[in-house]
């Protein structure tokens, strides 16, 4: 499975963005799919998830919302409200059959 991010930039607080991530390959149902982010200096978060529920990290519950359109194998991650501290590479995850795929990430910039 091969994992594209996109939609990353530099936007001013409290801007938007709309992050997607383009699956490709063997891709099986069921499958699990998520946002993280890292930030300089700092481990790799989960931000959101898209199984049989969603989730959400605290810090971003209200403001992010993930979606997925299976027919296309996108996911996808509309971020409203930015904040200065949502700065990070976001990546996409996708995980199958007990495998993990990772996308390249996209760089997030929010100006305050």
């Known amino acids: 499975v091969q994992l594209q991010a996109s939609g990353g930039g530099l936007v001013q607080a409290g801007g938007a963005l709309r992050l997607s991530c383009a699956a490709s390959?063997?891709?099986?149902?069921?499958?699990?799919r998520a946002w993280y982010r890292q930030a300089p200096g700092k481990q790799r978060e989960m931000v959101a998830t898209?199984?049989?529920?969603?989730n959400y990290a605290d810090s971003v519950k209200g403001r992010f919302t993930i979606a997925r359109d299976n027919a296309k194998s996108m996911l996808y991650l509309q971020m409203d409200n930015l904040k200065p501290e949502d700065t990070a590479v976001y990546y996409c995850?996708?995980?199958?059959?007990?495998?993990?795929?990772w996308g390249q990430g996209t760089q997030v910039t929010v100006s305050s």
């Open positions: 995850n996708h995980r199958q059959r007990g495998f993990h795929y």
């Open positions: 390959g063997s891709i099986f149902s069921p499958n699990f």
């Open positions: 898209s199984g049989a529920t969603t």
